[in-house]
């Protein structure tokens, strides 16, 4: 799973000015999906839902405010211990399994060590990685990803506070006011406690948050990321080796192409497209190792691989020294952090295993991420009953054995916001989505939210549509042409079906919340679950953090002792 990569950046899928020769391989010698959907566009969620099968929501892992992915390793919010991956559901069938790469689901709920939401708890039996993610903070003159608005905001009350404090020490020393003493050392104490509490931890989140673990052991704090992409590969060819005779799973999850961007001198300026086109082809490059790896142990016929992207590209992450620093989406609409509009959502999906499945094929039928899952599952002989599930196996499809996907509808959330639903009814050739509301776009005329870096899922920062905006994917695929009664004749009946499925699906999650009005009832909270990102469990607490050494003075570089 490579991290923000757009569908747009691979050859395979019509990009001709970027290499990536071993991704294409896979597609050549396996089966290709055209319409492989993401179930969230932004990284918690969508990993979520890729690991259990479910949409994020039915884990407590939608948002319902700004706040739309973890932001902290010494927060509380993850993967509900409740959950099952299809790790544990391979590790329950003889496989050994193992995660190499990013996590980005949590590592602690109540005390440092108790590693509730961490991937050994969640079927991994090896983990070696990064438990958050690779993000600018980790990048020295990078800049800041978290809740940069709200560092400035408490950056100049700081200094606010510490000129009025200065002041009132100038008109007690030069005579002007009389002052207790022991009232100006009280408030700068309080001066100093109300630094503290948000300059720990902001200005050290290197520290805090970009680390490496190899199991439940922190062996980087903080990371050599100029090192990282050697290591990750390293790890994971070791871990396929070390399994050769026995079954195994191997989630290798990249930190490409995540910014911030990797610098490598031997990928560094080769490419056609700045510093985002040399990390594309080094990640294929890498591609290109494990299936080497694979292939030169004899386990090709006996080896699934899976290539996809978490979701689509960040289209408005760029600058004037880099350039575009987020991936191409193709001829889809929006990007990472859009809701349901396409380009967010819609990401590469390459399945290969040389014997089994026919190479070449393509598959033009909407297919989900979510269903890795129970295709894992029926691979695995995994009989056992289980959850409410949203994806399905797609063997028979891959296979050839039948042309049509299992999904007739899929949902498509912003946040804990049902976004947009598509449906592909029987016997057409097409994919009508209806959005619920869209994200206003900023400045005016941009296809992004380019005034606040990502698009937000609530309040002021979406339109709703009643009746929603209605598309056929198959005869506009870029989204540009709403349907109307006028252009569509099936446009009544196709915003009958949907309000039948939102009503369904809704009908699936415990305790939903009642509403007599449709469209409200299509972007109202999906359930009662406990929400992973209040703001009780997304805040740094010292007592949840990972550390090397001794709380505070966490430093390690690996290979070598605590420092």
């Known amino acids: 799973m490579v991290d923000d990569l757009g569908i747009g950046d691979i050859g395979c899928y019509g990009n001709d000015t970027i290499r990536t020769p071993n991704v294409d391989r896979l597609a050549s010698e396996g089966v290709k999906l055209t319409q492989h959907i993401a179930a969230a566009p932004l990284c918690t969620p969508s990993r979520a839902a890729f690991m259990t099968g479910r949409y994020a929501a039915r ?7 700004r706040v739309q992915v973890l932001l902290f390793l010494g927060g509380s919010g993850g993967l509900p211990p409740t959950e ?3 790790a544990k559901r391979l590790q329950q069938q003889g496989y050994t399994t193992g995660l190499v790469g990013k996590w980005h689901l949590g590592v602690n709920c109540e005390h440092r060590g108790d590693h509730c939401h961490h991937p050994n708890q969640h079927g991994f039996g090896y983990f070696y990685g990064l438990p958050f993610t690779l993000f600018n903070d980790c990048v020295p003159g990078e800049g800041s990803d978290v809740l940069a608005d709200l560092q400035h905001t408490l950056q100049h009350l700081t200094m606010m506070l510490g000129a009025g404090l200065f002041t009132l020490v100038c008109v007690h020393v030069f005579g002007l006011f009389e002052m207790n003493l022991g009232l100006l050392v009280a408030l700068f104490l309080l001066s100093v406690l109300a630094t503290a509490v948000w300059c720990i931890p902001f200005k050290l989140l290197p520290t805090w948050n970009c680390i490496l673990m190899r199991n439940q052991e922190v062996v980087e704090q903080p990371m050599t ?18 399994n050769v005779n026995r079954p195994f799973l191997l989630f290798f999850s990249l930190a490409h192409t995540h910014v911030p961007l990797f610098k490598t001198p031997a990928f560094a300026g080769k490419s056609s497209h700045g510093r985002y086109g040399d990390n594309l082809e080094e990640m294929d490059w890498m591609i290109g190792e494990i299936t080497e790896t694979v292939d030169s142990l004899g386990l090709a016929n006996n080896t699934l691989m899976y290539f996809t992207s978490d979701h689509g590209g960040h289209l408005e992450d760029s600058d004037s020294k880099v350039g575009q620093k987020g991936g191409w989406n193709s001829i889809y609409k929006g990007g990472k952090a859009m809701g349901g509009w396409e380009g967010g959502i819609r990401v590469p999906g390459i399945f290969r295993w040389p014997g089994r499945l026919p190479a070449g094929r393509v598959v033009d039928e909407p297919t989900s991420l979510m269903d890795l899952y129970p295709t894992l599952k029926y691979l695995a002989k995994d009989t056992h009953t289980d959850r409410q599930l949203d994806g399905h196996n797609l063997m028979p499809l891959l ?17 804990m916001n049902l976004n947009a639903v598509r449906w592909h009814p029987p016997g057409s050739d097409s994919i009508f989505k209806a959005h619920f509301f869209t994200p206003n776009f900023s400045p005016p005329g941009a296809v992004g939210c380019y005034d606040t870096k990502v698009c937000l899922c609530h309040g ?36 009958e079906q949907t309000a039948k499925a939102v009503e369904k699906h809704k009908n699936t999650f415990p305790n939903k919340r009642a509403s007599d009005d449709a469209s409200e009832k ?42």
């Open 84 to 86: 099952t991956t299809f």
């Open 59 to 65: 884990s407590g892992l939608g948002s319902t405010g």
């Open 399 to 415: 296979e050839g054995k039948v042309e049509r996907s299992e999904h007739d509808f899929m949902f498509h959330y912003c946040g």
């Open 460 to 495: 002021e920062y979406v339109t709703h549509h009643n009746p929603p905006l209605l598309y056929d994917l198959f005869h506009d695929p870029s989204e540009s042409r709403p349907l109307t009664p006028d252009t569509e004749p099936r446009y009544a009946e196709i915003l």
């Open 225 to 242: 990321v100029e090192t990282l992409p050697q290591r990750l590969l390293g790890e994971a060819q070791t871990f396929i080796k070390r």
């Open 522 to 563: 299509s972007s109202t909270d999906a359930g009662s679950v406990q929400s992973q990102f209040t703001w009780e469990k997304i805040l740094w607490r010292p007592w949840l953090q990972p550390c090397c050494g001794t709380f505070p003075f966490c430093g390690c570089k690996e290979g070598a002792e605590h420092f």
